[in-house]
């Protein structure tokens, strides 16, 4: 049974450039999670996916944004990126919203 | 507001000796669930173990224990016993019963040595 998957495992980007992260959940879940984890910190909520819906969101500007896909997959899209952006990116998923959150490896994404 | 404290930045301890993390919470709900996760070099985050804000008993599995104290808002972590393999960041976390949101805190760093 496949876990949650994230690709890619590193991308290294410049100021400005946008960028798009992918998820896939673990087999029987619906719901996906995105949260950014800046170095020595914990991880921060970004916003949920729900039915291909954001159904819940966390203190980040509109430059962040995503989608769900019908079987459940989904990607984190970042616009205009900034120095700050860099992070650890983590995708969870869960059977429903509000149950266990299960976690990828994450993206490590560099922005420079 | 939802906040998780985990004061203790860094542990250092020798193998076989036995730890404990703490955790502090504040939140204004009722219903509430509490988590622990491990974070291994790789960055995967590993959950251990979810308590609801309802059942205080404390739990053990091998050699880690938890101690829910909704009195003084902690929700500690011991590791018995303490081995190389444990050595890791550990994150308590914190979510409301009707909300997908997880708050984390800052996390501490556990070093088990020879």
């Known amino acids: 049974d496949a876990g949650v998957t994230q690709s890619p495992t590193h991308l290294i980007k410049t100021r400005g450039q946008q960028v798009t992260l992918r998820c896939s959940p673990k087999?029987?879940?619906?719901?996906v999670s995105w949260y950014q984890q800046a170095l020595g910190q914990g991880p921060q909520f970004i916003f949920q996916?729900?039915?291909?819906?954001?159904?819940q969101r966390g203190n980040f500007p509109d430059r962040f944004s995503g989608h769900q896909f019908p079987n459940y997959s989904s990607e984190l899209n970042v616009n205009a990126l900034l120095l700050g952006d860099s992070a650890l990116y983590l995708c969870?998923?869960?059977?429903?919203?509000?149950?266990?959150?299960?976690f990828g490896p994450g993206t490590r994404l560099t922005v420079t | 507001a939802q906040k998780v404290t985990q004061a203790q930045t860094e542990i250092s301890v020798v193998e076989k000796e036995d730890v404990t993390l703490d955790c502090v919470y504040e939140t204004r709900d009722t219903t509430y669930y509490l988590f622990w996760y491990k974070q291994p070099p790789s960055g995967e985050l590993v959950f251990l173990i979810r308590?609801?804000?309802?059942?205080?008993q404390n739990e053990i599995s091998g050699r880690y224990s938890w101690n829910f104290q909704k009195s003084t808002s902690s929700f500690n972590f011991t590791i018995t016993a303490s081995q190389v393999v444990d050595s890791a960041v550990y994150f308590c976390?914190?979510?409301?019963?009707?909300?997908?949101?997880?708050?984390f805190g800052t996390g501490t760093r556990l070093q088990v040595t020879l």
């Open positions: 308590r609801n804000s309802f059942d205080e």
């Open positions: 996916y729900y039915e291909e819906e954001e159904r």
């Open positions: 969870a998923s869960s059977l429903a919203p509000a149950v266990e959150q299960y």
């Open positions: 087999s029987g879940h619906d719901t």
């Open positions: 976390a914190l979510r409301p019963g009707t909300a997908s949101k997880l708050t």
